[in-house]
């Protein structure tokens, strides 16, 4: 009886992961006008807030029980969506990065470099990132996967401001709100 649940337990966990890697493939970008014009600034702040540990531990506290299960589902769907946004950026500015690794300025190649590592990074911890945070809405654990996220994220917005301004000074790309 105990396998059986344990048995089940495991699809349940295997299926979720195979849906999360298939909805990481979502935050692929479609061709468009162009790469800057396909970002969507990101509100650091916000996110940064959903994302505290600070934040859950109060509304833990203060809040009922059910009450605080509710409110941390939200908040965990929306963390979902700022992730969701925070990949499909990355793809854009690899793109980005990869067309200027064509300059023939060094700086300007060393720049696009980095952006492109950057944004791939990114790229592959936003996948993890949503696979956790899917978890952690089926299950009640702790949560910390925006962390690296956020990180990144900042990161990633000096690399693209860095390498805009390096190609054209007078139009930088903005990849947060703030």
């Excluded at 979902?80 to 300059?103: D, E, F, I, M, P």
């Excluded at 690296?148 to 190609?167: F, K, V």
């Amino acid at each position: 009886m105990t396998l059986a649940i344990v048995l089940v337990i495991l699809a349940v966990v295997s299926l979720v992961v195979i849906l999360r890697l298939a909805v990481s493939r979502s935050l692929q970008i479609s061709a468009g006008p162009g790469p800057a014009g396909q970002i969507q600034p990101l509100d650091v702040a916000a996110f940064r807030n959903l994302a505290s540990p600070d934040e859950d531990t109060f509304l833990r506290r203060r809040l009922p029980s059910a009450e605080f299960r509710r409110v941390r589902r939200e908040r965990l769907r929306a963390m979902s969506a700022y992730v969701q946004v925070a990949g499909r950026n990355a793809a854009v500015l690899v793109r980005l990065g990869q067309t200027a690794l064509r300059s023939d300025n060094t700086i300007t190649s060393e720049a696009a470099h980095q952006l492109v590592d950057q944004a791939l990074l990114l790229r592959r911890n936003c996948a993890f990132a949503l696979i956790r945070i899917h978890l952690a809405l089926a299950l009640p654990l702790v949560n910390d996967a925006a962390a690296p996220i956020l990180r990144g994220y900042e990161q990633l917005s000096g690399c693209a401001l860095l390498l805009t301004r390096l190609q054209n000074p007078a139009a930088p790309v903005r990849i947060s709100a703030n």
